[in-house]
């Protein structure tokens, strides 16, 4: 299903999951729709200021994200207020869902962070999804969850970057 120019710039709510309960709902500009990939944009959705240590999400930010209805990740383009890139912040997810004006995507806790210049790739939150104890109540799910982790760090880390991912 692609995204008609009346589709496009309808807002959706990004619904993302988390065992079982909503971790955050916001507004998001539908940009488009292929049928296998939805992209949308949306403000830095969170109550002030996020810092991780190696960059901090705040108000002006603008996310352009990237979700797939056949892959096990969402990639999530991040740009400054004045619109400098800061990075791509990458989340492990079970496939995107389409439903009305609902994109709902469920978080594997896995994720993976890229700087713009690519020179800080990191890992994050192995632990958490560790202690989630997916391995054990859904292994199909969590050997993809991992698979999905792999292949991002392969391309965060590649001559292409997160960009090939994206063409």
Partial sequence: MSANSADQGRLLDVVLVKSGRTK???????????????????????????DFGFVRFEPGDVFTE???????????????AAGALKGWYCDVTRPATLSGAELVVEDLDLDLWRSADGTDVRRLDEDE???????????????????????????????????????
Avoid: C, M, Q
């Fill in 129 to 167: 999804f560790a202690e989630s104890g997916l391995a054990k109540t859904d292994p199909e799910a969590a050997a993809a969850a991992v698979a999905a982790l792999d292949e991002l760090e392969a391309s965060a880390t590649g001559a292409g970057g997160l960009e090939s991912l994206l063409a």
């Fill in 66 to 80: 990237y979700y797939w209805r056949d892959r096990w990740y969402a990639v999530k383009e991040v740009r400054d």
């Fill in 24 to 50: 955050i709902r916001y507004a998001a500009e539908l940009l488009t729709d292929d049928g296998t990939r939805i992209t949308v944009r949306a403000p830095w959705s969170g109550d002030g200021v996020r």
